[in-house]
């Protein structure tokens, strides 16, 4: 079923952009190794957590919301998909990468670049 505004892999149209909401399967998340968590609060639906690339070693966050914590409301899951699909275009030197995402029935799952020394984009953006 495709609907708009990236719901389900229907079209969302940005600034003449035709984007598509194009989760990777789930069992991408087999592809790590949890690292350490690095924020966890109980009312908030965000857990990031330190993680390994087991196919190259990189180290990458991963950035999970969780549904549940979302109070099942459709704006809420729609923001969630549209954050997605948004953050997949950007690139750019100072922006943290987003390499995939996907979805579940009870959660997002984001794989992003790990930016934790103070002069990573500094040292990224002469490299």
């Known amino acids: 079923m495709k609907e ?47 993680v390994t690339n087991k196919e190259n070693g990189q180290e990458q966050i991963k950035k999970q919301l969780l549904k549940e914590k979302m109070m099942g409301n459709e704006l809420t899951l729609l923001n969630a998909r549209r954050e997605c699909t948004i953050h997949n275009l950007f690139k750019h030197d100072n922006v943290v990468e987003l390499y995939e995402y996907t979805e579940n029935e009870d959660e997002f799952v984001l794989y992003m670049e790990y930016a934790n020394d103070p002069n990573y984009f500094d040292t990224k953006i002469f490299e």
């Open 4 to 50: 708009e505004y990236g719901i389900e892999g229907g079209p969302c149209k940005l600034y003449d952009v035709n984007v598509q909401y194009e989760p990777a399967d789930y069992g991408i998340t087999t592809a790590y190794t949890d690292l350490e968590k690095i924020y966890e609060v109980k009312l908030a639906p965000t857990i990031i957590t330190r």
